[in-house]
Nanobody, 115 residues
Framework: QVQLVESGGGLVQPGGSLRLSCAAS????????MGWYRQAPGKQRELVAA???????NYADSVKGRFTISRDNAKNTVYLQMNNLKPEDTAVYYC?????????WGQGTQVTVSS
């Protein structure tokens, strides 16, 4: 079982920035494909950004140009830098690992964008 712990969520005003972190257990973190997902009330969980072990990235159209996913394999950590936040970004953000068809989820961290 891969343990994933998210942090960095909170309340921010529109236009503000926030950085989420996801710390993972295990000795082969560099081999994991990692992703950030979010789920707003009454909506399905959706992919926000993903980064594979080779550092290729993918973003949802709604966050392109505003969010950046990155990883530090030495720290077993993946980040999501969120800039120019909008109220529609409000959701619980989840970290997910994917390795050899095994997928694990973190517990989530709340991001609220409100003036």
């Amino acid at each position: 079982q891969v343990q994933l712990v998210e942090s960095g969520g909170g309340l921010v005003q529109p236009g503000g920035s926030l950085r989420l972190s996801c710390a993972a257990s295990g000795s082969i973190f560099s081999r994991y494909d990692m992703g950030w997902y979010r789920q707003a009330p009454g909506k399905q969980r959706e992919l926000v950004a993903a980064i594979i072990s080779g550092d290729m990235t993918n973003y949802a159209d709604s966050v392109k140009g505003r969010f950046t996913i990155s990883r530090d394999n030495a720290k077993n950590t993946v980040y999501l830098q969120m800039n120019n936040l909008k109220p529609e970004d409000t959701a619980v953000y989840y970290c997910r690992s994917d390795y050899m068809a095994r997928r694990y989820w973190g517990q989530g961290t709340q991001v609220t964008v409100s003036s």
